[in-house]
């Protein structure tokens, strides 16, 4: 009777010796901590060769979704969100209503022109 799988039981294809001198350098680090405004605590790794100014100042914490920041006493707050403009709210923030209808006619001029319509004015 043939027996199908592993050569010895319980242990993975791949699996090596155990121990860090078999895996590798293990990289120094440090632990930065992160706060929300509801008091959540956020602790993220980051190399210890690292420059201060290259780590972030802020994140979004995972539990609340809010900002994050590095000072426990004073949490950055939300800031406020600006809501969802359509293409036309943008348009309309760069012309106003003469420059449209201006647009508009010489547009509808060049329309004409190319079907053979030109309207007298």
């Known amino acids: 009777m043939a027996s199908g799988g592993s050569a010895i039981r319980g242990s993975r294809v791949g699996a090596?010796?155990?121990?860090?001198?078999?895996?590798?350098y293990h990289a120094e680090r440090i632990?930065?901590?992160?706060?929300d405004i509801h008091g959540n605590e956020t602790v993220r790794h980051f190399s210890a060769s690292l420059p201060d100014d290259e780590?972030?100042?802020?994140?979004?914490?995972p539990q609340s979704g809010l900002p994050a920041g590095r000072d426990k006493a004073n949490p950055p707050s939300l800031t406020k969100?600006?809501?969802?403009?359509?293409?036309?709210a943008y348009v309309k923030e760069r012309r106003t209503e003469q420059?449209?209808?201006?647009?508009?006619d010489e547009a509808l001029q060049a329309l004409r022109t190319r079907r053979g319509r030109i309207?007298?004015?």
């Open 119 to 121: 309207a007298a004015k």
């Open 16 to 24: 090596g010796p155990m121990g860090e001198q078999d895996r590798g």
């Open 55 to 61: 780590i972030p100042a802020t994140i979004d914490s």
């Open 31 to 35: 632990a930065v901590s992160y706060w």
């Open 81 to 88: 969100l600006e809501p969802y403009k359509t293409h036309l």
């Open 99 to 104: 420059e449209a209808a201006d647009l508009l």
